[in-house]
């Protein structure tokens, strides 16, 4: 099963928006990563935020994580054609060593 | 600094035959994992190595296996191949062992394995 669930599986939205997607978990967290996967390519690295983190910025990207909701948000901030890609939250959690993938969002930027 | 190199890119195997797949993790980096990733299933953690050690292991069968060398490039192997082992596998490295640091995750491409 997985630990993270993103919300929503797709969304589709214009260049120059904003977009923002979901991840709920189940149990406790040392820290929560989100990353991006462009069709049929590797998985890339944008974010962690720890478990004693509210929230926390790189360039056009905003993470939130509610520990007591169990929850994580991901923004990116004025949305580009190349921000078409597949996003998952990765959860690291506290029981355990391995790193579990959530399902994804879909994320298609019209231009 | 050279990335996650996975070997080969594409695969076509047929039911019953055995595969090994291929990762040269980030120089330096000691920790290699690997993920099953299919469209259905989404994905899954297969298992990770640390100085030639299986650290820890996903809910696959037996036929799923891999090793470590003393340069931490990884190998996995799967036997007996089925159809539902049809998927992109991807391999990963870190610099840490999760737990000890940084478990930020390196990808490489994957490689794309189609079962006839």
């Known amino acids: 099963s997985q630990q993270g669930e993103e919300d929503p599986q797709a969304l589709s939205i214009q260049e120059g928006e904003n977009a923002t997607m979901n991840c709920s978990y189940k149990t406790s967290i040392n820290n929560l990563q989100w990353y991006r996967q462009n069709s049929g390519r590797g998985l890339v690295h944008l974010i962690l935020i720890r478990s004693n983190e509210r929230e926390k910025h790189s360039g056009r990207l905003r993470v939130t994580l509610d520990t007591s909701k169990k929850s994580s948000s991901l923004l990116i901030t004025a949305s580009r054609a190349a921000d078409t890609a597949s996003y998952f939250c990765?959860?690291?959690?506290?029981?355990?060593?391995?790193?579990?993938f959530g399902g994804g969002t879909r994320v298609l930027v019209k231009p | 600094k050279a990335g996650v190199t996975q070997t080969p890119r594409y695969l076509i195997k047929t039911r019953g035959q055995q595969v090994t797949l291929s990762c040269s993790p980030i120089?330096?980096?000691?920790?290699v994992s690997w993920y099953q990733q299919t469209p259905g299933q989404g994905l899954q953690f297969l298992f990770e190595y640390f100085s030639e050690t299986q650290r820890n292991k996903g809910n696959f069968p037996g036929r799923f296996s891999g090793r470590q060398f003393s340069n931490s490039r990884s190998e996995m192997n799967v036997s007996t191949l089925e159809l539902g082992d049809s998927a992109l596998y991807l391999c990963?490295?870190?610099?840490?062992?999760?737990?000890?640091?940084?478990?930020?995750?390196?990808f490489g491409s994957g490689t794309q394995l189609s079962v006839l």
């Open positions: 120089s330096g980096h000691r920790s």
């Open positions: 990963a490295s870190s610099l840490y062992f999760r737990g000890q640091g940084n478990e930020k995750l390196f």
């Open positions: 990765a959860t690291d959690a506290a029981a355990g060593n391995k790193l579990t």
